[in-house]
């Protein structure tokens, strides 16, 4: 009875420090631009217009996000549920990253036998300065969602392989599905790892000939093809956004200024993105890969080939984005978890520190040092977040707009003057506009006067001072409004 008091008190505490940096000060910073925006945006319009194949932008067919919705369906049913928030935005993919923790634990319960390596994996995991960040786990981005769904892909295939049980094959299938769901072609880069692992496991044939194979592709696989099929019938020009965005585009040109060598990713995961457990990975992969414990062996095997081919195919991309190898942490986290689970397993069973204590608490003692910091990295831009100096900027409107009480109608019929794209704005100006206070956009060289207008930007600024008499009401935020008095000729 005390034991299994311990073990679930253990737990609990074990659920809470993956918990804090997933979950604490979610809604801290507002919406980013670009992917998450563009996402909220989507969602936002799918609950007006009740147009759910086709998301839609601006009340027009989103054709530069042609990712399929199902991260947007997420979103729009959390937003339906608890309103225009942060939180309805950022859950499916902070809940992903929770869940994603539990797998890794739970598949080493259930199928290694060794609940401490799964404990010890998903620490790692947690602790990846990559993984616990802006664009995965703590933004309404794709990324989180998808590592969920490729991580589950992954591992069903790797228990199918041990168990030959028909189940994993089809949970494999469909899970795989539900990732190009997430994000397109993207769900399916980590399937020549498949095809590779079952060929060295002698099982490639032998899945070749099953009809669950079959039935799982067509039962699974369907859905998202006839998702893409059925989008270009509603939306005319979809799939040539598809070729052009997911297999030409990104994959063939350098989209924006994204040009990066071959080797970015592994420089940066080596430098930034891995830290602090790039060493440990390479240890844990010698250790693994030599492990006496055959399951363990075959899963660094497994973990070794899955980084391998995803890595290859990201990085003969064109178009380079830091954010690309977030699916690829769980392995990564794995593989650092062996060279952990063996220092915790020699200093447990030390017969020179046992003969000397009577609780051997010195594994444990390992342990807090050696996640103490990393955890501190992690948490620490979580418990007081800011943006960079470059980005002050860039959303001080965002910061405006959000502040703003639902019963305040001064800046109803106000005109925002900006230059850039903004779906981060566009996100509250949509909130606001549902509470009664519309907010419009207007070019600022067609200001007349008695116009009340904002602006932020220190570039429109100069050019509203130069070209027209104003006068200033308030500044907020760094976001200024002003009365146009008349116009300078």
Same mark, same amino acid.
């Given at each position: 009875?005390?034991?299994?008091?311990?073990?679930?008190?253990?737990?609990?505490?074990?659920?809470?420090?993956?918990?804090?940096?997933?979950?604490?000060?979610?809604?801290?910073?507002?919406?980013?631009?670009?992917?998450?925006?563009?996402?909220?945006?989507?969602?936002?319009?799918?609950?007006?217009?009740?147009?759910?194949?086709?998301?839609?932008?601006?009340?027009?067919? !989103?054709?530069?996000?042609?990712?399929?919705?199902?991260?947007?369906?997420?979103? =729009?049913?959390?937003?339906?549920?608890?309103?225009?928030?942060?939180?309805?935005?950022?859950?499916?993919?902070?809940?992903?990253?929770?869940?994603?923790?539990?797998?890794?634990?739970?598949?080493?319960?259930?199928?290694?036998?060794?609940?401490?390596?799964?404990?010890?994996?998903?620490?790692?995991?947690?602790?990846?300065?990559?993984?616990?960040?802006?664009?995965?786990?703590?933004?309404?981005?794709?990324?989180?969602?998808?590592?969920?769904?490729?991580?589950?892909?992954?591992?069903?295939?790797?228990?199918?392989?041990?168990?030959?049980?028909?189940?994993?094959?089809?949970?494999?299938?469909?899970?795989?599905?539900?990732?190009?769901?997430? /994000?397109?072609?993207?769900?399916?880069?980590?399937?020549?790892?498949?095809?590779?692992?079952?060929?060295?496991?002698?099982?490639?044939? +032998?899945?070749?000939?099953?009809?669950?194979?079959?039935?799982?592709?067509?039962?699974?696989?369907?859905?998202?093809?006839?998702?893409?099929?059925?989008?270009?019938?509603?939306?005319?020009?979809?799939?040539?956004?598809?070729?052009?965005?997911?297999?030409?585009?990104?994959?063939?040109?350098?989209?924006?200024?994204?040009?990066?060598?071959?080797?970015?990713?592994?420089?940066?995961?080596?430098?930034?993105?891995?830290?602090?457990?790039?060493?440990?990975?390479?240890?844990?992969?010698?250790?693994?890969?030599?492990?006496? +414990?055959?399951?363990?062996?075959?899963?660094?095997?497994?973990?070794?080939?899955?980084?391998?081919?995803?890595?290859?195919?990201?990085?003969?991309?064109?178009? /380079?984005?830091?954010?690309?190898?977030?699916?690829?942490?769980?392995?990564?986290?794995?593989?650092? =978890?062996?060279?952990?689970?063996?220092?915790?397993?020699?200093?447990?069973?030390?017969?020179?520190?046992?003969?000397?204590?009577?609780?051997?608490?010195?594994?444990?003692?390992?342990?807090?040092?050696?996640?103490?910091?990393?955890?501190?990295?992690?948490?620490?831009?979580?418990?007081?977040?800011?943006?960079?100096?470059?980005?002050?900027?860039?959303?001080?409107?965002?910061?405006?707009?959000?502040?703003?009480?639902?019963?305040?109608?001064?800046?109803?019929?106000?005109?925002?003057?900006?230059? !850039?794209? !903004?779906?981060?704005?566009?996100?509250?100006? +949509?909130?606001?506009?549902?509470?009664?206070?519309?907010?419009?956009?207007?070019?600022?060289?067609?200001?007349?006067?008695?116009?009340?207008?904002?602006?932020?930007?220190?570039?429109?600024?100069?050019?509203?001072?130069?070209?027209?008499?104003?006068?200033?009401?308030?500044?907020?935020?760094?976001?200024?409004?002003?009365?146009?008095?008349?116009?300078?000729?």
């Amino acid at each position: 009875m005390v034991e299994r008091l311990i073990q679930h008190s253990v737990f609990l505490v074990f659920i809470g420090v993956i918990g804090i940096p997933l979950f604490w000060n979610l809604d801290a910073l507002p919406l980013r631009v670009f992917d998450e925006a563009r996402a909220a945006v989507n969602a936002q319009e799918m609950l007006e217009n009740h147009e759910w194949l086709v998301p839609h932008f601006g009340g027009e067919p !989103d054709m530069w996000a042609s990712k399929p919705p199902l991260l947007i369906w997420l979103q =729009s049913a959390l937003i339906n549920m608890i309103g225009d928030s942060e939180w309805a935005v950022r859950l499916p993919s902070a809940v992903a990253g929770f869940f994603t923790c539990l797998l890794l634990y739970f598949f080493s319960v259930q199928h290694l036998k060794k609940p401490q390596l799964g404990f010890l994996s998903a620490l790692v995991l947690i602790t990846i300065q990559g993984y616990v960040t802006i664009h995965s786990t703590r933004t309404g981005d794709y990324d989180s969602l998808l590592t969920l769904f490729t991580t589950l892909s992954g591992l069903s295939l790797f228990v199918y392989s041990e168990e030959r049980s028909d189940k994993y094959l089809l949970l494999c299938i469909l899970f795989t599905a539900l990732a190009v769901l997430t /994000k397109g072609i993207a769900g399916l880069l980590f399937t020549p790892a498949f095809v590779m692992y079952l060929l060295v496991r002698k099982q490639l044939i +032998n899945t070749l000939r099953k009809p669950a194979f079959y039935y799982g592709i067509v039962s699974f696989i369907g859905p998202p093809l006839g998702y893409y099929f059925l989008r270009e019938v509603y939306n005319p020009g979809y799939l040539e956004a598809i070729r052009e965005n997911e297999l030409g585009g990104r994959f063939l040109e350098t989209l924006g200024h994204h040009n990066e060598p071959f080797f970015f990713y592994y420089q940066r995961m080596a430098n930034d993105f891995l830290k602090p457990w790039v060493v440990w990975v390479l240890i844990g992969t010698v250790i693994g890969l030599l492990h006496s +414990n055959m399951r363990i062996k075959r899963m660094a095997i497994f973990s070794v080939l899955m980084i391998a081919c995803f890595s290859l195919v990201i990085s003969s991309a064109q178009t /380079k984005l830091p954010w690309y190898p977030v699916p690829m942490y769980p392995f990564f986290a794995f593989l650092a =978890s062996i060279t952990v689970f063996q220092l915790f397993s020699l200093i447990k069973e030390s017969d020179f520190i046992n003969r000397f204590f009577r609780w051997n608490f010195m594994p444990f003692l390992v342990l807090f040092v050696l996640f103490y910091h990393p955890y501190r990295w992690v948490i620490k831009p979580i418990i007081n977040p800011q943006e960079k100096y470059w980005d002050v900027e860039y959303y001080s409107l965002a910061y405006y707009l959000r502040q703003i009480p639902e019963d305040d109608l001064q800046l109803n019929g106000c005109f925002l003057v900006q230059n !850039d794209y !903004d779906a981060h704005n566009q996100f509250y100006l +949509n909130k606001l506009k549902k509470q009664g206070v519309a907010i419009t956009r207007k070019n600022k060289t067609e200001l007349k006067q008695d116009d009340l207008i904002l602006a932020y930007q220190i570039e429109v600024m100069d050019y509203l001072q130069k070209n027209y008499v104003l006068e200033k009401l308030n500044e907020d935020e760094g976001v200024s409004k002003f009365k146009v008095l008349s116009v300078v000729n």
